[in-house]
């Protein structure tokens, strides 16, 4: 966990320095390490925030890069991601209650894109979905802090 925040810290302050090539490069490993932990993280609500903000810190950076279809990408990925988190039986309950939980917060950036950029095919299928109806929101951790704004300051250290 501790290396998946340092890495995701340096790529904001790289994303904020406007080193925007870095940035990807740090967001691209905290990716790589968050979906390889997945389910082998000792807390569930952590192991899925990580996925949900390296995945989308990409999507930030790639808007502000102007390539909006490598943004729904990066968006439709987790989002996808979470819902078949959600309904896969082999995996540990906690990690499908937490994908749930998350699920209503991509499904609300989908949301926010679609808004703003057009919402092309991937991105109205994933829309039309009705998102789950399920537990309160995710719990607060520090996880959702390291994301940072598009255009503002991190909410991170």
Same mark, same amino acid.
């Given at each position: 966990? &501790?290396?998946?925040?340092? %890495?995701? &810290?340096?790529?904001? $302050?790289? /994303?904020? +320095?406007?080193? @925007?090539?870095? *940035?990807? &490069?740090? /967001? @691209?490993? *905290?990716? $790589?390490? +968050?979906? @390889?932990?997945? %389910?082998?993280?000792?807390? +569930?609500? &952590? +192991? !899925? *925030? *990580?996925? !949900?903000?390296?995945s989308h810190n990409l999507a930030d950076l790639h808007v502000r890069l102007d390539q909006a279809a490598i943004s729904a990408g990066y968006l439709c990925a987790v989002h996808e991601r979470l819902l078949r988190t959600q309904a896969d039986p082999q995996l540990p309950p906690a990690l499908r209650a937490a994908a749930l939980r998350h699920s209503n917060r991509t499904y609300a950036e989908l949301l926010a894109f679609a808004r703003r950029h057009g919402d092309p095919p991937r991105v109205r299928g994933l829309l039309d979905r009705a998102p789950a109806a399920g537990p309160a929101p995710a719990r607060p951790s520090a996880l959702p802090a390291l994301r940072h704004r598009p255009g503002g300051p991190s909410h991170g250290p």
């Open positions: 966990m &501790e290396h998946w925040k340092q %890495t995701i &810290e340096a790529g904001n $302050a790289r /994303y904020h +320095a406007g080193d @925007l090539i870095e *940035a990807r &490069e740090h /967001y @691209l490993r *905290a990716l $790589a390490q +968050a979906q @390889l932990l997945f %389910t082998l993280w000792p807390d +569930a609500d &952590e +192991a !899925v *925030a *990580a996925v !949900v903000v390296s």
